[in-house]
């Protein structure tokens, strides 16, 4: 590890010299050409201000967690409210820790419907803000405020153009002040008579309070469901009773909802409840609260040509005896799952807790080579990111592909998120026991559709070497 951030260090240094270089060379040829190489060197030290740079930066990718009565410590609106946490501000843009994108861009698959990363120019502009004394400004510059939805609004509504078919919400919960983690299991009737598709979901705490003590939340289906595909839970879990559905969806923060590719779509039967799996955390207040799911449904007459399947693909290699994380100690650990059928795969989003460190999720394809599909090598348990693809970069791959998963816990010192680096961490539901697996929609399709599509489309060969943790 040592070596490979030594190698790292003396790149950036190297790379560091060559733009010193290069700038030196385009300066000097301009000079050359008759341009004022002093009217390049103002344009490079033009001043960045708060009002004209930094706040159109700010309502792009910020404003919509860092505002009044949002979910971040701070609001990033004014310059007020701005100012005191410049420092701060550079040195979590400047380290990729905000906004929240842990998502190696050198490596895999690299747009996203939702990308909310900053691009290299606006973390340098932000950095010179800051670097320069963070100036305000001429207030004529400062754009409108951006207007946000009220907490009400469900985001998809925007997307469609109208409110959701179906509000399911689960029966309340009282969080204690002080209390070991809970798991709330009720169930929720859907009250249907025939078999409905689903287009898109969206789940979300009750209330902004409800945001701080819920970890995370499942909505399980279950239905008379005879697919062999569905199933509750990630993986080889299965869920409570006989019945199959598979994960309607899953919520954690950082994640708000989910719309399925064109001529897809999640089922539902007649008779099917919701089965909740909430976990709460104490935060130091009491606190009551509920999970809302959204669902906008296909019309009646319109039927989707493919299910589509949230798959938990686990990074280990046996359920039940997957994680033995020793006390002081970086484990890597891994899982193999074979595609049965041709697939198209939606997203990516790795779930661990307090000592997750990295995902890599690769496919092994049928004649030996591996693609690497996504890495996520700064993990961070706070935000529990999930990276949906284009449609047209979204992996298609063949059947007999091996979805192989790779996770790392750092259970040492150097995780600031580890509450002790002294104990023995094994597989289990609280927050303070780990996770490794990876939810992806997975959408299966024929052999034609398949053949159909490898014709018009190149072999994907991204670059597969990362830097392993």
């Known amino acids: 590890m040592i070596e490979?951030?030594?190698?790292?260090?003396?790149?950036?240094?190297?790379?560091?010299?060559?733009?010193?270089?290069?700038?030196?060379?385009?300066?000097?040829?301009?000079?050359?050409?008759?341009?004022?190489?002093?009217?390049?060197?103002?344009?490079?030290?033009?001043?960045?201000?708060?009002?004209?740079?930094?706040?159109?930066?700010?309502?792009?990718?910020?404003?919509?967690?860092?505002?009044?009565?949002?979910?971040?410590?701070?609001?990033?609106?004014?310059?007020?409210?701005?100012?005191?946490?410049?420092?701060?501000?550079?040195?979590?843009?400047?380290?990729?820790?905000?906004?929240?994108?842990?998502?190696?861009?050198?490596?895999?698959?690299?747009?996203?419907?939702?990308?909310?990363?900053?691009?290299?120019?606006?973390?340098?502009?932000?950095?010179?803000?800051?670097?320069?004394?963070?100036?305000?400004?001429?207030?004529?510059?400062?754009?409108?405020?951006?207007?946000?939805?009220?907490?009400?609004?469900?985001?998809?509504?925007?997307?469609?153009?109208?409110?959701?078919?179906?509000?399911?919400?689960?029966?309340?919960?009282?969080?204690?002040?002080?209390?070991?983690?809970?798991?709330?299991?009720?169930?929720?009737d859907l009250n249907l008579t025939e078999p409905r598709w689903v287009k898109a979901v969206e789940m979300r705490p009750g209330t902004p309070a409800g945001r701080k003590i819920t970890h995370h939340a499942l909505a399980h289906l279950i239905q008379n469901d005879t697919d062999p595909a569905a199933k509750n839970g990630p993986d080889d879990d299965a869920g409570p009773g006989a019945a199959q559905g598979g994960v309607l969806m899953e919520w954690a923060v950082g994640k708000t909802g989910d719309i399925y590719r064109p001529n897809t779509g999640k089922l539902l039967l007649p008779g099917s409840k919701i089965w909740w799996d909430i976990h709460y955390h104490a935060v130091g207040e009491t606190i009551r609260d509920h999970v809302e799911l959204a669902v906008w449904l296909y019309p009646k007459d319109e039927k989707p040509k493919y299910r589509t399947y949230l798959t938990g693909f686990q990074a280990t290699s046996n359920v039940g005896t997957r994680l033995d994380i020793q006390p002081n100690t970086i484990k890597e650990t891994q899982g193999f799952h074979v595609l049965k059928a041709p697939a198209i795969l939606g997203n990516f989003q790795p779930h661990m807790h307090l000592r997750g460190k990295a995902m890599a999720l690769e496919a092994i394809l049928p004649d030996g080579t591996t693609q690497m599909i996504s890495y996520v090598d700064h993990f961070n348990f706070n935000w529990m990111n999930n990276y949906i693809y284009t449609d047209d970069a979204a992996p298609v791959l063949p059947k007999g592909t091996i979805i192989h998963v790779t996770a790392w816990h750092d259970n040492t010192t150097a995780n600031r998120n580890n509450p002790d680096p002294n104990q023995w961490v094994g597989w289990g539901d609280r927050t303070v026991d780990e996770m490794a697996h990876a939810w992806v929609n997975v959408t299966y399709i024929s052999e034609e559709d398949y053949k159909e599509w490898a014709a018009t489309h190149k072999p994907q060969r991204p670059a597969t070497a990362f830097n392993r943790q």
């Open 4 to 188: 490979a951030k030594l190698q790292r260090l003396m790149l950036r240094s190297m790379g560091a010299t060559v733009l010193a270089i290069g700038v030196v060379l385009i300066l000097s040829s301009l000079a050359i050409a008759g341009e004022p190489a002093s009217t390049v060197a103002g344009a490079a030290n033009k001043p960045v201000t708060f009002t004209k740079d930094i706040v159109p930066i700010f309502q792009e990718k910020c404003q919509d967690c860092h505002r009044k009565d949002s979910m971040a410590p701070m609001s990033l609106v004014t310059y007020e409210e701005t100012r005191p946490w410049a420092r701060s501000i550079k040195e979590r843009v400047v380290t990729h820790q905000m906004p929240p994108w842990h998502l190696d861009k050198t490596v895999g698959v690299q747009h996203f419907q939702n990308d909310r990363s900053l691009s290299d120019e606006q973390v340098e502009t932000i950095a010179r803000w800051v670097d320069a004394g963070a100036p305000q400004g001429d207030l004529k510059d400062m754009p409108p405020p951006k207007k946000f939805s009220d907490d009400n609004t469900w985001q998809l509504e925007k997307v469609f153009g109208r409110p959701p078919d179906m509000i399911v919400k689960s029966d309340p919960y009282t969080m204690q002040a002080v209390s070991q983690d809970q798991w709330w299991k009720p169930t929720a």
